[in-house]
């Protein structure tokens, strides 16, 4: 079992920054993929960023990329989201995820799940 745990959110202004830091515990975090998804109000959840657990290879979603960055610290059991220039449309509750190994860009394929953290960009 891995248990995750969200921090960082809150409301910033359009242009702004935010760095999202999630927590892992429970088992050897460096065996893990991890991914960053979003869900705004009345929408599904969208992928936005994923990195391999070798650290070898990131990806982003196509709204994300250029401005979001995914990092991981093994030595910590954390991993980041640095988001700037930051948009409304970024406005969501944004959730860690967790799985073995290989990287997705699908939230079905994850198995461990934070409780998310709120994301405000007021513009």
């Known amino acids: 079992q891995v248990q995750l745990v969200e921090s960082g959110g809150g409301l910033v202004q359009a242009g702004g920054s935010l760095r999202l830091s999630c927590v892992a515990s429970?088992?050897?975090?460096?065996?893990?993929?991890m991914g960053w998804f979003r869900q705004a109000p009345g929408k599904e959840r969208e992928f936005v960023a994923t990195i391999r657990w070798n650290v070898v290879s990131t990806y982003y979603g196509d709204s994300v990329k250029g401005r979001f960055t995914i990092s991981r610290d093994d030595a910590k059991n954390t991993v980041y989201l640095q988001m700037n220039s930051l948009k409304p449309e970024d406005t969501a509750v944004y959730y860690c995820?967790?799985?073995?190994?290989?990287?997705?860009?699908?939230?079905?394929?994850?198995?461990?799940w934070g409780q998310g953290t709120h994301v405000t960009v007021s513009s």
């Open positions: 429970g088992r050897t975090f460096s065996n893990y993929a």
């Open positions: 995820a967790a799985r073995r190994f290989v990287t997705s860009t699908k939230a079905h394929e994850y198995d461990y």
